[in-house]
């Protein structure tokens, strides 16, 4: 049982890495936190699922063309709604609910019902030991893994990635010297959505999709970022996937009635304890 | 300042008086069930057996001459909405109420139609409470779980020889309701269950429950829930190995069941509402609806529009006719009400506390359709 | 603008249009505007945490379930008359609110923030989960409407007087406080951190009594909220509740009390018009936030009335 629930636990855990890198990178550029995320994965599944169902693409140019696309309305929602919602925190808190409640229900006028998602990762089931899943976790985790090396690299090697952490570590430096830095955020926004929506198509296959299902993902993905420190990226994966192993556990041998707890615990007592999170770097002023 | 406030209120009064479609003649039947979230395909079917049955009485020349008008109101399968939905039919001036749809939301609308001394048939919600002596505005035709659960208990050990069962089921007043009724069947069979985990309604991953129920060992799995999480916990019982043949009761009976755990929805067994095969009448019914709502952005679902459609034609509609629109006039008929439907053995009757007594009809999964159970 | 007569006759006049209100006005407005004035309630508490401290909430709607479900679990499971459940539930709510929150008070703004959002889920999933206690997802059914002396509150118009008469007793003790050397500390904490921590043992003191202010009065609008609907249901009281009340809050302006109770009326009224038009009425509130966030970020109504909010909030400094 323990294998069985750890496995489960770490593909879920790796979605909300996934999800949650989507706040940590717009945190570390804007010092923000965008609450239309849990919504944008929800959106990303269901654009993944039109997409899969007229074009009948197989899952790897599936994800791509889903990433693309969903990278192109970060970028264009940051340049004519987000950029309007910059004066402090509880505006764009407030703003960006409003977006997620919107896309929610725009897609809620289409799909009222839960619906099925095409095994677009095959439907053979695998078997480790006791423990037996989907193949589709394991695209979850690669997917994952592929994910945050690509993303390191490029913020590690290329002058794009670089400039984007010229301005998440000081704005006006970056400008300073010649960064573009409306352009720097706004790819950041692309990059957000990007990855969000990815996730939901990773994740459509495994559980039915519905209008409502970015809510808790978004929360518990939420919690991960800061669990793990808002500003890290390893941090937000290591938190997701933490988050991921640990409700399946206390479901499973505790209660499943206080699964979803387990998050929103940790949650607030890492803020409690330590606000940075787990692998956060930066001091947040108390007053 | 608080001279704004009085001005906005009254201007959407305003409004809300006059939007109001229909003449001042019609019968005005409200319906409330959910109609958008996940319990989506239950109240659609309810919705299209009510229009199906207004449609004829009104084509017939409606109630000595005045038209049905129907008023929908969606509650989205949520306890706290419906009463709300409850309240705007109240304030809406209907003259009676038939649907309902989800024990927790039934229990919680029935108070204000109480309240409003309102008659209120209810047809998609099966938790006993809901009929007992406090009940006086309140009907209900659908059986209960009094009777379902017990059924279903009986046929697990006695037809299908079940010795290791478990139990999955909602937190909600339909799981929790058919849980206790189920476990005590099983009591007096003499058999007890190996493992029982509850889940919340909108749960999309049962991991943790299931787990916990494949260590268990189970040759039968007892789902006390509904639409979508059900047919999710079908497919990743499977996923995960489970090979307990699943049961159930009502609230399986729903064709999406079947299209969305097409592999393992089969062999279910559970206890339903309404099947075509009972008797030709209902045959001829079933074939008039699915060729009447196919082809829609819906499927048809004639299981679910079942009742309200027999309610409406063969319950409100005569006695509308006969005792008009006088709450407490309509309120006695049904009291007093006795008849023959179609897929319902026998002759059917409303008991003291307003239930509608009858037998229920056991079904099987097969092809992807629901199939009369032969026995094993 | 400005002579205390003009204001009198207003307020006066206004009094005399709200009492006469049920009489004149169809039930279904006197049922919303009970919901408005029961609103009002949680919406200033949440003005004096956030125009008093920068802080921001998203717990209140669970503070409001706290209050509701203290007093509902009270009245059907012990058998306590209603009114004497009204101080044991705000009691309740300002201890659980001191209890989770108290530690996070200290926290920065969006750390704050944050938390709050942690505070509200756990809350409303202990309501949702701890089915012994709550009845979980079954709610709590036939709650009493509240009554004195043989004289109970069970009609809309009946109960419109007893909503009246509190929201107008909290919005004069709004004022008092607001007033008082409590509401000016509070106030300068929020226009200068720095400065005001020079005080530093009061400043943490001075947040959890603001904290434990906008609990009292969410639970004081959760005892009312129970005995009106007379059924509550955990989802009833989650992260939607709360969004609305800090939305209600925002778009009145934190400072201005009678902006706050105008932002309510308007936009319950707003919410209830639309509730027929089904998933484009969630499509429109939503477009209201972000529209409302993006062109009116200070909040619309003191736009209108900036200069009704400024003499107010100068003449009672």
Redesign the interface.
Known sequence: MFGQLVIGGFATGCIYAVVGLGFTLVYRTLRMVNFAQGHVFMAGTFLGLVIAERMHLPALPLLLVVGAVAFGLGMVLERFVFRRLYHNHEVFIVGSIGLGIVLMNGVRVFFPEPVPFPKVFGSEVVQIGTARFQEAYLWVVAATLILVVLLHAMFTYTRTGRALRAVAADAEIAGAVGVNVKRAIGLTFGLSFAVAAIAGVLIGPLYFVSFDMGDMVGLKAFSAAVFGGINSIPGTILGGIVIGILENLAGGYISSAYKDLVAFVILLLMLIWRPTGLLGRETPVKV | ??????V???V??G???A?GPGLAQDIKLGVVAG????G??YGIGIRQGAEMAVKEINAAGGIKGRKISLVVV?DAS???QS??AM??LV?DGVDLVVGGWGS?QV??NM?VAERAGLPYIVVGATNPKITTDKNKWTYRVIFTDSVQAEQIAEAAVKRLGMKRIAVIH????YG?GNRDIFLASLKKLGVEPVVV?????????F???L??I??ANPDGLAIFGT??AA??IMNQAR???IKARFIGTGGLANE?LM??APKASEGTVLTTYFHEDVDPEARAWADRYVKEFSGGSQPPRPVLAAWEYRAIKYIAAPCLEQAGTDKEKLRQCFANWKGKLFSVPGEAYFDKTGQLIQQSVLVEVGNGNFQAFKGK | MGSALTRWLVAGSALLALLALPAVAPQYVVHISNFVLIYTLPVIGLGFLTGFTGRVSLAQGALFGTGAYTTALLTTKFGWAPIATLVPSVVVTVVLAVALGGAAVRLAGLYFVMATIGIQQIVWLVLMNWIELTNGPQGVRSIPSLGAWGYSFETPQQFYFLALGLALVSYVLAKRVIKSRLGLFLRALSDDQLAASSVAVEVGRAKVTALALSAAWAGAGGFLYAHYVRYIHPDMFGLEPSVLFLVMSMFGGYRSVEGMILATAVLESATEYLRPFGEFRMIAYGLVLLLGMMFFPKGILTLFRRRAATSAAGSSA
Request: glycine share 4%.
């Open positions: 300042m608080r001279m704004n406030k009085l906005t209120a009254l959407a009064a409004a809300m008086v939007a109609m958008s979230g996940p989506t395909s969606d949520n306890p706290a009463v709300s309240q705007r304030s927790s229990l919680a108070e909602d937190a909600n007043d929790v985990v509850p889940y919340q309604t909108a749960d999309k991953d991991t943790a429950q787990t916990r494949r260590e639409i979508p047919p999710a996923d995960l190995g999406n299209t969305l």
